[in-house]
């Protein structure tokens, strides 16, 4: 059982967790995933790690309250438990001083987006983010990613905050300016697959974190399986990050989509 030691709204339907799990809070690196359950007949969501207190002994999740179990968790209360958290689990972010890095993030996907970038800027990296969400309200963790990046270019759909646009609009205001080394996107699925035409037209390194189609997190029940240059790869063990060039996002889309109606029922 993980105790839930603080709750944070971000907005009606996005709650920020802090859990306790001292091993996994010392032993996790950018780009790891826990997968979580509440309930002993709870289903099991995999969720990325958004940050991590060594000396609190806690891990900080960030959820989206979309179908019933991330509605049950988002639920949860100051001093509730779930009852199970596993993990470090996934692929670690490859961290090295490349020169100038673009992170762009979208919605929720900020969340995972947050230990990448803290990690490229510690490396001693030129660290520029985008940030996109729908309208002002939904625009997560802005003062963070200040704190760790060199610059922020905020897009809103509808530019109640920050310029009017998309995520594609403020990656391709930076690389019409300047030499990047990197992009990393994480966030929607179509959304990455537009950042990763943008960045190969202009010939920069992608890498996209494909966490959202992850359901076992173990490699064992075989969901998250993509093509990715031409070969199959699972997301859980291989991943969740990889070239974005090479990932077969319309393939991923539709499998993304394959339950949509029962979901909504």
Do not use: W
């Not at 035409?197 to 920069?204: C, N, P, Q, S």
Request: charged share 25%.
């Amino acid at each position: 059982m993980n105790k839930i030691i603080s709750k944070e709204y971000f907005s009606a339907n996005v709650v920020k967790l802090e859990i306790e799990a001292p091993m996994i809070a010392r032993s996790r690196r950018a780009g790891h995933f826990v997968i979580v359950k509440s309930g002993e007949k709870g289903e099991r969501v995999p969720l990325t790690i958004a940050d991590a207190d060594i000396e609190r002994g806690t891990i900080t999740l960030i959820i989206q309250a979309v179908g019933k179990s991330s509605k049950r968790i988002c639920s949860l209360e100051v001093g509730d438990c779930l009852t199970d958290v596993v993990g470090p689990l996934g692929q670690a972010t490859h961290i090295t001083k490349v020169g100038t890095v673009v992170c762009a993030g979208g919605g929720v996907g900020v969340a995972p987006l947050l230990p990448i970038v803290e990690a490229f800027h510690r490396a001693g990296n030129r660290v520029i983010v985008v940030l996109a969400a729908r309208t002002k309200e939904l625009v997560i963790l802005e003062d963070r990613m200040r704190a760790c990046s060199d610059e922020i270019i905020v897009m809103t759909d509808d530019g109640s905050y920050g310029q009017k646009g998309l995520v594609t609009n403020g990656v391709e205001e930076v690389l019409l300016r300047e030499k990047v080394d990197l992009c990393v996107t994480i966030g929607p699925a179509v959304m990455m697959k537009f950042v990763s035409l943008l960045t190969k037209k202009y010939e920069i390194p992608t890498m996209a974190s494909l966490n959202t189609i992850m359901v076992d997190g173990t490699g064992m029940c075989g969901a998250c399986r993509i093509t990715v240059d031409g070969k199959v790869r699972f997301v859980c063990v291989d991943g969740p990050e990889f070239d974005a060039h090479q990932v077969d996002f319309d393939e991923l889309l539709m499998r993304l989509n394959a339950y949509k109606d029962i979901e909504n029922q």
